[in-house]
């Protein structure tokens, strides 16, 4: 039995030149597609794409996956289908990929957001502790400070919401675009049907 090795490349309908974010853009766009249709044979398509995505985004794993690759096409020309070492490359590959893709991904907006959040918190907190301590005058010399922290955290918050906001209305949209697009170039093919 032929060992038959994935192209992730063809797999994402990418080029092996990709960048990373075409890497992204290209899954996103096809799990897009391909979501919510239930089929089991979808599932495994979108098993394959996930992990695709993880070994074609990590240049750690592209490397590898790209070394296997090239044996594998050497062996085709040359006749030879039967590799252990190419079998056995991907098996770890595809375990790595899993492995990469259970690990949480960092979010640097996110992560920046909530630190200030935290941090204005806090000091919001030692103010109020502060003025408790130094009693009614020192809690009314502080209480444009704190009315500024609470505005300022106010913001925050009106920010945050107004984001995740738009970022439903987008998703959303996209969606609904994907489906205006499905059923016009559906309409196409019914029209370009003898």
Do not use: C
Not at 166 to 179: C, F, G, H, P, S
């Amino acid at each position: 039995m032929g060992t038959k090795l994935d192209d992730y490349y063809g797999i994402l309908g990418l080029d092996p030149t990709a960048t990373p974010g075409q890497v992204r853009a290209a899954f996103r766009l096809l799990a897009l597609a391909r979501h919510r249709r239930g089929a089991t044979r979808i599932a495994r398509q979108l098993e394959r794409m996930e992990e695709a995505y993880e070994v074609l985004r990590s240049p750690e794993l592209r490397q590898r996956y790209d070394v296997l690759l090239a044996k594998a096409r050497e062996a085709s020309s040359a006749g030879d289908e039967d590799l252990p070492e190419v079998k056995h490359g991907m098996r770890e590959l595809r375990a790595s990929a899993r492995a990469q893709a259970r690990r949480p991904r960092s979010d640097p907006e996110g992560d920046r957001a909530r630190r200030m959040g935290a941090m204005l918190q806090a000091t919001a907190r030692r103010l109020a502790r502060e003025s408790r301590r130094l009693g009614r005058e020192a809690a009314g010399e502080n209480a444009p400070l704190l009315r500024q922290i609470e505005t300022e955290d106010r913001l925050r918050r009106f920010r945050e919401e107004r984001a995740r906001r738009i970022r439903r209305t987008l998703d959303v949209a996209l969606w609904l675009l994907l489906v205006a697009s499905v059923a016009v170039l559906g309409l196409l093919a019914l029209r370009a049907a003898p």
